[in-house]
């Protein structure tokens, strides 16, 4: 695997040092990370922020629970894939660790697909419009996308390759960090994708309340997820990971291949012939006053 390499006499200074405690120290010796504590508190108020709209859709907010919860064994399963794929000859070395869930971490952009098959795949047997929970899951998605990344400072991870730009950054201090070579000042890769995934949000939530995307057929999650995807690609040009295939690393190979995914299912829906069957046409009343009338599965 991968390690960086620096030559101490020569680390310019960073503009922008973090120098601060990143654990949470609790009574009774536990010991939790900030960054821990911070995504915790960005997943819930996603999950607020998907039930409120989920109520203005109509949906049933109850089943939002079951699809949120139905995202996390194909994240974790996405995103082991997409991990093992960027260190493929570790792993092919070392097939044992593919499953040891204390060595490595997990790839953010297959998790994200990972995700969304478990989730849509549990929304289908609960009978859930596929394209009203798309549209409710776009711009928190994109919320706990940006928030998250912004959050990975609170550890120090994320951080991307050395740089002596003026806000190039540095962790200094006992740690734990969550980078390699913290101190050595770099590009804040991490705070480069949580800005511009906030930004799209910020454009897209405008786009709404002003009546765009009416339309209930995922067009609005394609955009989210597509654009979210191409701001990932580009920032991976700043990443520590080696490049693969166009200056890319492969974590850049699978964004871009994301937002061509994208690129394809949204064209796909706009240009859906008028006469065709519309998925939702099965759903035109979405409220179940009643528990027991939710459909069988």
């Given at each position: 695997m991968p390690t960086l390499r620096y030559t101490p006499a020569i680390v310019p200074t960073a503009i922008i040092a973090f120098d601060f405690d990143p654990l949470l120290r609790l009574a009774d010796g536990l010991v939790v990370r900030w960054q821990t504590v911070a995504l915790v508190a960005i997943i819930a108020a996603a999950l607020v922020i998907a039930g409120l709209i989920a109520r203005r859709e109509g949906l049933r907010p109850d089943d939002l629970l079951f699809i949120a919860v139905?995202?996390?064994?194909?994240?974790?399963?996405?995103?082991?894939?997409?991990?093992?794929?960027?260190?493929?000859?570790?792993?092919?070395?070392?097939?044992?660790?593919?499953?040891?869930?204390?060595?490595?971490?997990?790839?953010?952009?297959?998790?994200?697909?990972?995700?969304?098959?478990?989730?849509?795949?549990?929304?289908?047997?609960?009978?859930?419009?596929?394209?009203?929970?798309?549209?409710?899951?776009?711009?928190?998605?994109?919320?706990?996308?940006?928030?998250?990344?912004?959050?990975?400072?609170?550890?120090?991870?994320?951080?991307?390759?050395?740089?002596?730009?003026?806000?190039?950054?540095?962790?200094?201090?006992?740690g734990p960090w969550g980078s390699l070579a913290p101190e050595l000042p770099s590009h804040p890769s991490q705070a480069y994708e949580g800005i511009a995934t906030l930004v799209?949000?910020?454009?897209?939530?405008?786009?709404?309340?002003?009546?765009?995307?009416?339309?209930?057929?995922?067009?609005?999650?394609?955009?989210?997820?597509?654009?979210?995807?191409?701001?990932?690609?580009?920032i991976s040009l700043t990443w520590r990971d080696p490049t693969a295939i166009g200056g890319l690393s492969a974590g850049g190979l699978i964004a871009a291949a994301i937002a061509l995914g994208c690129l394809v299912a949204f064209i796909a829906v706009v240009r859906r012939r008028p006469g065709s069957r519309d998925p939702e046409a099965a759903h035109p009343e979405v409220t179940w006053a009643d528990p027991e009338t939710r459909p069988r599965f």
């Open positions: 139905a995202t996390v064994p194909g994240a974790v399963f996405g995103g082991r894939l997409g991990y093992v794929l960027l260190h493929v000859d570790y792993y092919a070395a070392n097939t044992g660790a593919i499953v040891d869930p204390g060595q490595g971490s997990l790839e953010l952009g297959l998790a994200v697909v990972g995700g969304l098959l478990s989730g849509s795949y549990v929304a289908a047997l609960l009978g859930a419009p596929f394209g009203h929970w798309l549209r409710t899951a776009a711009l928190p998605l994109l919320f706990v996308l940006g928030a998250g990344k912004l959050a990975m400072v609170l550890g120090g991870s994320g951080q991307g390759q050395p740089s002596d730009l003026a806000w190039a950054t540095a962790f200094v201090g006992a799209i949000l910020t454009v897209l939530t405008l786009a709404v309340a002003a009546e765009g995307f009416q339309a209930r057929d995922g067009r609005l999650f394609a955009v989210a997820l597509g654009a979210w995807a191409v701001a990932r690609a580009a």
